[in-house]
């Protein structure tokens, strides 16, 4: 007999001001459930639970993506690269006209030949300090400056290499695909003016997509890298990693999760993710259009031999589609998962 009472003294600490005494049944017949059109489920055991839904937005990878730039700033004479366009490395995406490359061109030269004068005297210098007509130190100091003039030279000529880019006549020159891949961005226009080493055109080597989302103060420690995030009924993501220091402004973490290939994700697309965990015992999984809230309290509608009964239950967890919760349920039961209101409207008293 005590361990009645206790247990009743526990369901109601589970449920709240929603009782089982409160519960009410409704009568209908088979014929009215099909005019009105209810739908019915089957209670299951949850696999896991909704911790939260939060809004997102689907990014590339962070090494999916690779930027053409501008070695000399000037004025774009012609683009061939389009947003959608597949190029293979070495292909032409941008001709620019600069006059820096012009002047950087000139003062190739001028040091080239800066260097050949240089490097004559340091071999004459050397040559008059082996004979013993000149200090050696001399020579050396003249050596050094042809190695200085040479450091210069080869710097220059790596600015030319930059990017791969083909040089042309009169400050011409090309900006060609650093890789393989899909053009997604192309930020300049024939006329526009480039700057120094400017982004010109965002190539996308890799279709591997992330969704980055902002987690509550609250829920940092409930996440970790490989929990699963539900981005769709059958489309779900997984955990990469959850920032470990607040945004001063709205009190949250970065969490970025990745997304499964071949999904019909596109980046810059806003969705909403239900991030998940492992679920309590004696918890069911129902959809989330079962769950009715009246007089107070969480309950479902558990289909009996008179027509349903208004069942109470504690929401755990809920998703756009789907909800956790905890009661006197059993698996395979069945409950409606529609027509609710007009259940609602059947109540005795209601």
């Not at 366009?85 to 800066?114: C, I, T, Y």
């Not at 009169?170 to 300049?188: H, Q, S, W």
């Not at 480039?194 to 989302?213: F, G, N, P, R, Y």
């Amino acid at each position: 007999m005590l361990r009645q009472i206790y247990c009743g003294l526990m369901i109601s600490a589970c449920f709240g001001s929603v009782s089982l005494a409160q519960a009410k049944d409704v009568v209908i017949s088979p014929s009215q459930v099909e005019q009105l059109e209810i739908a019915m489920t089957r209670v299951k055991p949850a696999a896991s639970e909704a911790v939260a839904v939060l809004p997102g937005t689907v990014v590339p990878a962070s090494n999916a993506r690779i930027t053409a730039a501008a070695p000399f700033s000037g004025t774009v004479q012609k683009v061939d690269a389009l947003p959608g366009q597949v190029v293979r490395k070495g292909d032409p995406l941008v001709v620019v006209m600069s006059r820096d490359l012009v002047e950087a061109q000139g003062n190739l030269a001028q040091q080239e030949a800066e260097l050949s004068r240089a490097a004559a005297v340091a071999r004459w210098k050397r040559d008059l300090a082996d004979k013993k007509i000149l200090s050696p130190a001399v020579a050396e100091e003249a050596e050094a400056h042809v190695q200085k003039s040479e450091a210069g030279i080869a710097a220059l000529r790596r600015t030319f290499a930059i990017g791969g880019i083909e040089i042309g006549e009169g400050g011409r020159y090309t900006i060609v695909a650093p890789e393989d891949g899909k053009v997604v961005i192309a930020t300049v226009q024939p006329g526009s003016q480039v700057e120094e080493m400017t982004a010109a055109v965002t190539i996308s080597t890799s279709d591997e997509l992330w969704i980055e989302a902002q987690l509550p103060a609250d829920l940092v420690q409930q996440v970790r890298p490989g929990d699963p995030v539900e981005i769709a009924p059958g489309l779900q993501a997984t955990v990469l990693s959850v920032g470990g220091t607040l945004d001063p402004v709205t009190r949250s973490a970065t969490l970025l999760a990745a997304v499964p290939p071949g999904s019909p994700l596109i980046a810059g697309q806003l969705v909403s993710v239900t991030l998940k965990r492992a679920p309590e015992t004696g918890s069911y999984e129902v959809p989330a259009s079962a769950v009715a809230w009246i007089n107070d309290g969480h309950a479902v509608f558990v289909r009996n031999s008179a027509g349903f009964a208004l069942t109470p239950i504690v929401l755990k967890g809920k998703s756009r589609t789907s909800a956790t919760i905890a009661g006197q349920l059993a698996p395979d039961q069945e409950i409606a998962a529609s027509g609710l209101p007009q259940l609602e409207a059947l109540l005795p008293g209601e």
